[in-house]
């Protein structure tokens, strides 16, 4: 951490304006296996927009968590590979 800077502000959730409206997506944006979620991220404010950010960043780690359509190899020494 470099620094912390902390402010206070008039209202106790985040307000969606119309510039925070436009990076909104950029606000989403997972990080990596980071993702962001809260009423900061939602276009609604307070705890309905912190509980619908939970679930869909909840759907997006279930949807990258999905097996995929081949099972993974176990892994083999070269020399036992050939042998197949």
């Known amino acids: 951490m470099l620094g912390v800077h902390a ?18 997506p950029e606000l989403q944006r ?5 993702h962001f979620a809260g009423d900061y991220t939602s ?5 309905h927009g912190a ?8 759907a997006q780690i279930r949807a990258a968590m999905k097996p995929t359509s081949q099972p993974a190899q176990p892994w083999m020494p070269r020399d036992e590979l050939q042998q197949q």
């Open 7 to 24: 402010q206070t502000w008039q209202h106790c959730f985040a307000l969606l304006s119309p510039e925070r409206a436009s990076v909104l």
């Open 30 to 34: 997972a990080v990596g296996w980071l």
């Open 43 to 47: 276009e609604t404010a307070g705890t």
């Open 51 to 58: 509980y619908s950010e939970g679930e869909r960043v909840a």
